[in-house]
Nanobody
Framework: QVQLVESGGGLVQAGGSLRLSCAAS????????MGWYRQAPGKQRELVAT???????NYADSLKGRFTISRDNGKNAVILQMNSLKSEDTAVYYC?????????WGQGTQVTVSS
């Protein structure tokens, strides 16, 4: 069983920055991908960014240039640096790990951007 614990969400003014962290405990098999998704009120959950254990990244096109994903394989942790935040970035952000045959979600962390 894998558990994901997210941290770093909160309230920030438009134009500000936040850094989300997600630490995975349990057995993480390779190859794997860790990433962030978000869900705004009344909307479907959407991809933010993912990163493989080999370092290959994938971003939602609309977020390229403002968000940066990174990971620490030794700690099974993934970081999302969010800059130049906008009110439309307000959402619950979820961490996810995908392995062969299994995938796990975190419980989510709220990010609220005030305009």
């Amino acid at each position: 069983q894998v558990q994901l614990v997210e941290s770093g969400g909160g309230l920030v003014q438009a134009g500000g920055s936040l850094r989300l962290s997600c630490a995975a405990s349990g057995r993480i098999f390779s190859p794997n991908s860790m990433g962030w998704y978000r869900q705004a009120p009344g909307k479907q959950r959407e991809l933010v960014a993912t990163i493989t254990n080999g370092g290959t990244t994938n971003y939602a096109d609309s977020l390229k240039g403002r968000f940066t994903i990174s990971r620490d394989n030794g700690k099974n942790a993934v970081i999302l640096q969010m800059n130049s935040l906008k009110s439309e970035d307000t959402a619950v952000y979820y961490c996810k790990v995908i392995m062969p045959l299994y995938e796990y979600w975190g419980q989510g962390t709220q990010v609220t951007v005030s305009s």
